[in-house]
C-alpha cells in the first residue's frame, strides 16, 4: 500500500469538507507554486487559498495530524526561498485581504495578512497616514510576508523595520489553535506560562532559552540596526540588547514600541520568524505620519569607493534614505526604453551613484538640505556630478529607478547573472567602505564581480557576485564564497542577512553566525512551537545545504523546443521563460500596466510570472524537442496569452 498517497488523499477529503476556500492538488497549481523569487524550486503537495481564519486553523491542524508541512505564503516575492516548501502552501493573498477601521488618533489599523502594502497605504493617504517600511515590492506585498520577513526597505534609517510597528498578532499555532500575542502584564505573562496547551509550550519554551543562555545570546546578537537572521532571541532578553545605533522613527515622532522593548511580548520573535514558528492570520499594526514633501540629492561618482567614502557626510544632514546604484545597475537601465527620460538626471555613466532623500513637513526645510548637502560634497575626490531631483516631476521617476533593481538584474540576458546569496549582509554604516573593500576582493579572488546596490545609510548593500549556477564549477564557487563572506560578516560585527531573511538561503550558515549554544537555542525555541516540526521546515534552523533544490540542476542539459517566433537574442527559448525574475511584478493590482488578467482574477494562474512558470515546467517535463505540447493544451493556452501581452517585455525582462 501507498501511505503516501492515503495520507494525501486523506488529507484532500478533510480539507475539501471543512475549508470554505479553494483546495487545489492539481498538477498543473502545485508547479506554480513551487517556485517564488529565489533559484529554488520545491513542489508542494497542494494549495490552500483560506476565506476565513477558521480555514488557516483547520488546515494547520489537520496536515500537523498527518505530519504534513505547511508554508504560508504572501505574493511569493521571497529571494531566498522561504515561500517554497513539500506540504501544503497557505495563499492567503486572494481572500483575506481586508483592512480594518483605522484608529487616527491612536495612529492604529488592524490588516488581515493578503493585505497589499500599496493598498494599506492608499487606504491610509486621506489620514495623513502611512505604515512606515517602504519595500521595493509595496505594490504586491503582503502584510502577512512582510511579517514573516521583518522587511525594511529603503526608509528604514527613521522608520525602522517591520517589527518596530507590530503591536499584536493572531496567529495560528501548530496545532491549530489561534492565539492572540501582544504586550502583556507580569500576570498575564505568567499565566502564559501556566497554561498547558501548545501555547504555553511555546512561552516556557521562550522563557527558558533566556533563563539558560541569555549572557551567550547577546555576546552573539549583532549590534546594528538590520539584523534578521535567526530568532530575535535578543528581544526575550530586552530592550538593553537590541543595540540600534539608529533609533527608527525618532525623526518622525514616534514613540519607542512596546511590543519591542517588552521581554514579555513574543511578538518581536515572530516577527521575522518567516512561518516557522506560526501563521499569521492577523495584526494590529502601528501606524506613522506621512511626510508632506520629499526632496533627492543624486551625487555621482568616478568610483565605487569614492561613493562610499561620502557616505558619513550623507549621513550627517538626517536623510530618510541614502540607495546606492553602481555601474551595471546604471548601465542596464539604460538599455530600459521606459527608463530613458529618467537617465537624463544620470551625467555620463558614472561608477556609482548615491539617491539620498530628505524628508519633512517643512518644504524649505527639506530644500535647504537637498542643497547643504550639494554644497557639502562639492571638491569631493571622484564627484563627478550632483543632481538636486525636488520637483515631483523629477524625482519620483529618479526614486522609481531605485525600485526597479531586481527586475532590472534578473532580466539580464545569458547563463551569468547576479546571483542572490550573500546579496543581504549588514554591517556598521562607518564600516561600510572597509567592508565593501574587502567583499569585492573575496568576489575577484574567486574570478568574479558583482553588482552593489542598496541601502547603504543602513550598512545593507545587495551585493550580487554574477555566476553561472548552471554550471557545477561556478556552484562550488559560490558555496566558496558563502564560506569566505560569512567569516568577513563575523569579523566586522554584522549580520549575514538585514532584510532578506534565511530561507533555503542561507538557513545552514545560522550555526556558524551564531555558535552551537545560541543556535541550540533556536532549535529548543522552534520544538516549543512546533514540536512536529510541521511549520515552514528547514527554514531558521536545520537547513538544506544551500545548493540543493535548485530551479535547474546544475550540470542538466537545458530543455529545448521547436518555436514559431525567433528567441535567438535570449539565447533560446527556455531561456527566454528564463527570463522570468519571480519578483511578482506582475501581481500589482494599480498603476501600469501589469497584468490585466491578474487584476481581474486574482489568481496566481493568471500572472506573467504564472503562466511563465507553467511553461518552463512542461519544457522540463516534455523531455526537449519532440515532446514538447504532447498532452500539455493548458501550457500553450498560457503561452498565448502570454505572447498576446506587449508589458512584458518592459516590466519583466
Excluded at 508541512?69 to 481572500?95: E, H
Excluded at 520544538?527 to 534552523?541: C, Q, T, Y
Aim: proline share 6%; aromatic share 6%; with cysteine.
Amino acid at each position: 500500500m501507498d501511505f503516501a498517497a492515503v495520507r494525501r488523499d486523506s488529507l484532500v477529503r478533510y480539507l475539501r469538507r471543512h475549508v470554505a476556500g479553494e483546495v487545489r492538488f492539481d498538477e498543473t497549481s502545485r508547479r506554480l507554486y513551487a517556485t517564488d523569487a529565489s533559484h529554488y524550486q520545491v513542489q508542494p503537495l497542494g494549495v490552500v487559498v483560506p476565506k476565513t481564519v477558521d480555514d488557516l486553523a483547520v488546515t494547520v491542524q489537520i496536515a500537523s495530524e498527518l505530519g504534513v508541512p505547511i508554508t504560508a505564503r504572501g505574493a511569493g516575492t521571497s529571494l531566498s526561498g522561504q515561500s517554497i516548501g513539500p506540504g501544503v502552501v497557505l495563499d492567503c493573498s486572494k481572500y483575506l485581504n481586508r483592512v480594518g477601521e483605522v484608529d487616527v488618533t491612536g495612529r492604529r489599523v488592524t490588516v488581515q495578512p493578503g493585505v497589499v502594502l500599496d493598498q494599506l497605504n492608499r487606504e491610509l493617504a486621506p489620514f495623513g497616514l502611512m505604515f512606515g517600511p517602504d519595500v521595493a515590492t509595496a505594490s504586491r506585498a503582503t502584510l502577512g510576508g512582510m511579517i514573516g520577513n521583518n522587511s525594511a526597505g529603503s526608509r528604514s534609517i527613521v522608520n525602522g523595520q517591520t517589527v518596530d510597528h507590530v503591536r499584536g498578532l493572531t496567529a495560528v499555532l501548530s496545532d491549530g489553535t489561534v492565539s492572540m500575542f501582544g504586550a502583556l502584564s507580569a500576570s498575564e505573562y505568567e499565566r502564559k506560562l501556566e497554561l498547558r496547551t501548545r501555547e504555553g509550550d511555546a512561552y516556557r519554551a521562550a522563557a527558558a532559552v533566556v533563563r539558560d543562555h541569555a549572557p551567550e545570546i547577546v555576546a552573539r546578537t549583532p549590534t546594528i540596526q538590520r539584523k534578521v537572521s535567526g530568532y530575535n532571541l535578543a528581544s526575550l532578553v530586552g530592550s538593553r540588547v537590541e543595540g540600534r545605533r539608529t533609533s527608527p522613527g525618532q525623526r518622525n515622532g514616534l514613540a519607542p514600541r512596546p511590543s519591542t522593548l517588552d521581554p514579555t511580548s513574543l511578538v518581536p520573535l515572530l516577527v521575522g520568524s518567516e512561518g516557522t514558528l506560526t501563521v499569521t492570520a492577523g495584526a494590529e499594526l502601528n501606524l506613522i505620519p506621512k511626510p508632506r514633501h520629499r526632496g533627492l540629492l543624486v551625487p555621482q561618482f568616478a568610483t565605487l569607493a569614492a561613493a562610499l567614502d561620502t557616505l558619513a557626510a550623507c549621513l550627517e544632514l538626517g536623510p530618510s534614505a541614502v540607495e546606492l546604484m553602481d555601474r551595471m545597475l546604471i548601465e542596464l537601465a539604460s538599455q530600459q526604453r521606459g527608463l530613458k527620460d529618467t537617465m537624463a538626471a544620470v551625467r555620463g555613466r558614472p561608477e556609482a551613484l548615491f539617491m539620498v532623500e530628505f524628508s519633512g513637513d517643512d518644504p524649505a526645510d527639506v530644500s535647504y538640505r537637498v542643497h547643504e548637502l550639494e554644497r557639502r560634497l562639492r571638491g569631493v575626490p571622484g564627484l563627478t556630478a550632483a543632481v538636486p531631483a525636488i520637483e515631483p516631476a523629477v524625482r519620483d521617476p529618479l526614486w522609481n529607478l531605485r525600485s526597479a533593481a531586481l527586475p532590472l538584474l534578473f532580466g539580464t540576458v545569458g547563463d551569468r547573472k547576479p546571483v542572490t546569496f550573500v546579496e543581504d549582509c549588514a554591517v556598521a554604516p562607518e564600516r561600510l567602505p572597509e567592508f565593501t573593500a574587502r567583499f569585492r576582493d573575496i568576489l575577484h579572488r574567486h574570478g568574479t564581480d558583482g553588482c552593489f546596490y542598496g541601502h547603504a545609510s543602513v550598512g545593507c548593500l545587495h551585493i550580487r557576485p554574477v555566476l553561472n549556477l548552471h554550471d557545477p564549477a561556478d556552484v562550488r564557487t559560490m558555496r566558496a564564497i558563502m564560506a569566505e563572506v560569512v567569516q568577513l560578516t563575523l569579523a566586522f560585527g554584522g549580520s549575514l542577512s538585514g532584510e532578506h531573511g534565511d530561507g533555503m538561503v542561507r538557513s545552514e550558515w545560522n550555526r556558524v553566525m551564531f555558535g552551537p549554544v545560541v543556535y541550540e537555542a533556536f532549535r529548543r525555541v522552534k520544538r516549543g512551537f512546533d514540536p512536529g516540526n510541521v511549520l515552514n521546515p528547514g527554514k531558521v534552523v536545520d537547513g538544506p545545504a544551500m545548493e540543493e533544490n535548485f530551479r535547474h540542476p546544475p550540470g542538466r542539459p537545458l530543455p529545448t523546443a521547436p518555436t514559431v517566433f525567433d528567441y535567438e537574442a535570449q539565447g533560446g527559448f527556455f531561456r527566454s521563460v528564463e527570463l522570468c525574475n519571480g519578483v511578482g511584478v506582475c501581481r500589482k493590482t494599480q498603476g501600469g500596466a501589469m497584468c490585466p488578467s491578474y487584476r481581474v482574477t486574482r489568481d496566481e494562474r493568471d500572472t506573467t510570472r504564472g503562466r511563465a512558470n507553467a511553461v518552463r515546467h512542461a519544457l522540463e517535463a516534455s523531455g526537449g524537442v519532440g515532446e514538447w505540447g504532447k498532452g500539455k493544451g493548458l501550457y500553450t493556452v498560457h503561452l498565448f496569452h502570454q505572447n498576446l501581452c506587449s508589458e512584458k517585455h518592459e516590466f519583466c525582462n
